[in-house]
């Protein structure tokens, strides 16, 4: 299978909500490094009367991390709208791309979950914006990034990384860049899910 029919098929699988869930999970080990993350940085702040916002929520797979009351997703594919809005917890509404119908300063915090790799910087910079417009001043900002298998022995990995779907994978300087003026890297740190493995920022927003 040559590297454009490989690029099809994962298209075509891609666009199967359940199917793609069903295959991450496997390669992610039911996605326990992710929810880990999440349930140390953001799951504290549950209890509280704050709102989370999930920017490029996907299919909603991290919805139930949240309170279901206090939760939004976003995102551009309306098929994973649709799949989240019948299966997860939660509200979800859909991004044009040009920007979010948000309210500003409306959220305290947010995840933003495997999404900047797929963008260009240019777009990614914009999201970022859009990020930092419906964030409340001091709003925390979780992001998880794909990176390359730092062992050299994970060969599961570095087949997942090239398959992956993302053609910007960035150094945690480019990530500074995009990140912007707008938000403070609190901290920093590398995890692995299954096979893969992802770059932690942990953001706050001036």
Not at 114 to 123: W, Y
Not at 165 to 173: F, L, N, P, V
Request: hydrophobic letters at 45%; a negative charge.
């Amino acid at each position: 299978m040559n590297a454009e029919s490989t690029d099809t098929m994962l298209d075509q699988l891609s666009a199967m909500p359940r199917i793609w869930n069903l295959l991450r999970w496997i390669v992610e080990a039911g996605f326990q490094g992710e929810r880990l993350v999440i349930a140390r940085e953001l799951r504290p702040w549950a209890g509280d009367a704050r709102r989370f916002l999930d920017f490029g929520c996907g299919t909603g797979e991290f919805a139930d991390a949240f309170p279901a009351e206090r939760y939004v997703g976003v995102d551009l594919s309306r098929t994973y709208l649709r799949f989240a809005g019948s299966h997860r917890p939660g509200s979800y509404m859909a991004s044009s791309g040009d920007g979010l119908a948000l309210s500003a300063a409306s959220f305290d915090a947010a995840l933003v979950l495997g999404v900047l790799h797929h963008l260009s910087d240019a777009v990614a910079a914009a999201a970022m914006s859009d990020l930092h417009r419906a964030l409340r001043p001091g709003a925390i900002a979780l992001v998880m990034e794909d990176i390359p298998p730092p062992d050299p022995w994970n060969i599961a990995g570095h087949l997942m990384h090239w398959l992956d779907r993302g053609g910007y994978i960035r150094s945690e300087a480019e990530y500074r860049t995009i990140f912007g003026a707008g938000f403070t890297i609190e901290r920093s740190y590398q995890m692995r899910s299954g096979i893969c493995d992802y770059a932690v920022y942990v953001l706050k927003r001036s």
